[in-house]
């Protein structure tokens, strides 16, 4: 880790394609922000990411990174912290690929509680296949291919999160770019698995939850005096749909990490030369 690391260090030499305008270039942003101010660099992170408007955001960062499975960056960003907890890892993606085909996987990252942080760039609507609606919409949200609207409640995904066990749910907006950044810095400070849901509106295909839109709805809970380090709080700001909060909705303290929970510790990269004792066995066995 180091000091002298500036947000910019974090920024490849690649062009990001999303559209002008899109929510997702804030979000990256307060990424890099965010780990930079941590004392991270370049060489000791690990993004992943899924499929969708999001997917190519660790081709955007410089730092290791792998462009997953749909569905599929959380269990990949578990397991390379497994193997190296020294590595600080940053899982990205959208809300349909974290919250439909990966909510699953959602689900068991959150109650495992790694020390890692998820970022959710949530549209409430598929962009990349142009403009479907996703768990996130709204009931009546209308698209091409769903005319009346989805007719089903969207996901909740920071109940899910808290019925799930999670240790760590906020939820920021792109275009405010302090705020933004603070929480995620406190998702990567805090000691678990830190889970943080931003609003990163779709200027192309969802002409319902804009900038606009958010600027006037959101409430931040810097300024009420919400504690988040109370669960029942917590539950009634997350289950209050009239209201969209910015900000630490929950936050355990006393979290202990998956690894320290377990004694995981040392690069797995670290070993011995040669294949461990009875390995060749096991493997005539089955093979």
């Known amino acids: 880790m180091s000091s002298d690391v500036r947000f910019t260090d974090f920024k490849s030499d690649k062009q990001p394609t999303w559209c002008p305008g899109c929510g997702d270039f804030g979000t990256m942003n307060g990424m890099m922000k965010a780990l ?92 990349l296949t142009k403009g479907q609606a996703s768990p996130t919409s709204r009931e009546d949200f209308e698209t091409s291919t769903s005319p009346d609207g989805p007719n089903q409640p969207p996901v909740n995904p920071k109940a899910l999160a808290l019925a799930s066990g999670a240790t760590f749910i906020a939820q920021s907006f792109s275009s405010n770019a302090q705020r ?18 931003v609003y990163s509106p779709c200027v192309t295909f969802n002409d319902v939850d804009t900038y606009d839109y958010f600027r006037d709805a959101i409430v931040d809970l810097d300024e009420t005096d919400h504690d988040p380090s109370d669960r029942d709080q917590a539950k009634d700001k997350i289950l209050e749909s009239e209201k969209e909060y910015m900000g630490v909705l929950y936050q355990d303290e006393d979290s202990v990490p998956f690894e320290e929970r377990e004694g995981v510790e040392g690069s797995m990269a670290e070993i011995p030369d040669g294949a461990p004792e009875g390995a060749m066995d096991l493997v005539r066995e089955f093979y």
């Not at 397991?79 to 974290?98: I, Q, R, T, W």
């Not at 933004?180 to 849901?197: C, L, P, R, T, Y």
Request: aromatic letters at 8%; charged letters at 15%; glycine letters at 16%.
């Open 180 to 197: 933004h950044a603070e929480i995620v810095q406190q998702a990567v400070e805090h000691d678990g698995f830190g889970f943080v849901n």
């Open 36 to 127: 930079a101010e941590t004392g991270n660099d370049p060489d000791n992170t690990f993004i992943v990411a899924g499929i969708g408007c999001s997917g190519k955001i660790g081709t955007y960062m410089h730092s290791y990174a792998l462009h997953g499975v749909h569905g599929r960056a959380l269990p990949v960003g578990i397991g390379v912290k497994m193997a190296n907890p020294d590595l600080e890892v940053m899982v990205s993606g959208g809300d349909g690929d974290g919250y439909s085909i990966g909510a699953g996987h959602f689900i068991h990252a959150v109650r495992r509680n790694v020390d890692m942080s998820y970022v959710v760039m949530d549209n409430r609507i598929y962009g």
